[in-house]
Structures are given as C-alpha cells and as structure tokens.
C-alpha cells in the first residue's frame, strides 16, 4: 500500500505542529532543573543570593534546604531569616546544613532531592565537576526537586547546569524622597549559558527589587546614570509633585 492510498483511507495525516518558542526568563532557575548562578566579583554572594531568591517563585510549599561549605560560611556568613522571609515574599522554612567540602555539599544535595521533601535545594560550593552537576540535574529532573549552586567568582568550566548566570550589583534607583539616599536595589545578571533557550546565552538582565511591593523588574541599562542626571531626574520629580 501506497502513501496516496494510505492518505485516502485517512490512516496517515498532517499534523499542524506550532512553532517553538524560547523560555523565558529566568529560564526554569527555581523552578525546575539544575542552575548556576556565580559572583563576578568577591562580595557579590549578596547580589547572587538575592536575584536567586527574587527572580524565582517557588513552586512547592516544602521547606528550603540550605548548604554551605564551612569555609563559605566563614568568609562571606550566612542570609538572616528577616531576609530570606522578605525576598521570598512568604514565611518558609529553613533546613540548613554546613559541610566540610563541596564532595560533601553536592553528595547533600542529591540525597535531599532524592527525599521529596523539600521544595528547592541551595548549595553554596566551592567547584562543582561536570560528573557532580550530571547527578544532580538527573535527580532534579527524576524527583522535580530545583537544585541552584551559588558559586565564587573566577568560576568557569563545562557543567551539566542548565544556565549559568553571573550577577553583580548596580548602582540602586534614585530615592524619590532624598537623592543622597540608596534606592531600590539593582543587580546585572548576565546569561552565560543557557541549555533551555540557548539563542538567550549573552544577554544581560538589569534586576531591581522594589522592597514596599516586593516585586522585581528589569530596568533599562541606561536608568541609572551618572549621579548628576540621576539628580536632575529626582528635581524634577519633586517639582511636579510640589506644582
């Protein structure tokens, strides 16, 4: 049997099949999957946690299973429960766990996954190997548990991670009531990789995280200025408010 008599006796059809479409951002970080996000530089593990926890929105009501390597916690401290309850935008919980290497962290982490218990996994490490991020992407994606690797700056090197993000901090917005004070917090993410829309790959996202509606947006690179413009913006503000 021919195609045309296979057409004709409708066994076989055309189907319409839609275009694909890339993710969007933040392209499955918190939600699903395996991702990296690095310092740029020593001292923006604030930023890094910060977009992690604001660009997200948790999915699943279990509790947050956090891991840190003692050296990590030693040099850069540990995110304070009023902080992880703001940027969260609801009260979670917290299992933490601090361990003496990143062999160990990783290890934590997939055994946590595995659990079912918890609703995200954070591990602050040191490195993570290409064998390691392929065991944990495949019992993210197994068990639909997020794991997210927070990771020092000067980190590079191939991973099974589904993106890998690189954050630093920007210069806040203007202060609508006094231009000598900080504004909204700002962070650049730049997209270094990305596996789920990789056409996104080099693209830089610029983050600013409204603490009275709790709520993130990206803002124009050219929002923030120099410090005199940023003035003159605030100037006139008041006047149409004073008018």
């Keep these: 049997m021919n ?34 996000v690095v310092d740029e530089a020593f001292g923006d593990r604030a930023a890094a946690t910060g977009f992690v926890f604001t660009a997200t929105k948790p999915i699943r009501q ?35 766990l601090t361990t003496r290497n990143s062999r160990d962290a990783l290890w934590a982490a997939e055994e946590a996954v595995i659990s079912g218990t918890v609703s995200h996994v954070i591990a602050e490490v040191d490195e993570a190997d290409f ?3 392929r065991r944990l992407t495949l019992a993210s994606g197994r068990h639909g548990v997020p794991i997210t690797l927070l990771l020092p700056y000067g980190n590079k090197g191939a991973t099974a991670a589904a993106t890998r993000w690189r954050v630093t901090t920007r210069p806040s917005s203007p202060n609508s009531y006094d231009a000598r004070a900080p504004g909204c917090a700002r962070w650049s993410a730049s997209l270094e990789r990305c596996r789920i829309a990789p056409s ?24 923030a200025g120099p410090l005199e413009a940023r003035a003159s913006e605030l100037e006139k503000f008041q006047r149409r408010k004073t008018a």
């Design 62 to 96: 279990e509790a947050l299973f956090w891991i840190s390597q003692a050296s990590t916690r030693r040099n850069l401290g540990c995110l304070s429960e009023a902080a992880l309850q703001e940027m969260t935008r609801r009260q979670i919980c917290r299992i933490s």
């Design 200 to 223: 996104a790959a080099g693209r830089t996202f610029d983050i600013e995280w409204n603490d009275e509606t709790l709520s993130i947006r990206v803002v124009s690179r050219m929002v």
């Design 131 to 133: 064998t390691a991020t």
């Design 3 to 36: 195609l045309a008599q296979l057409r004709s006796k409708g066994l076989i059809g055309s189907v319409n099949v839609e275009p694909a479409t890339d993710a969007e951002f933040p392209y499955g970080l918190g939600t699903q999957g395996l991702h990296e």
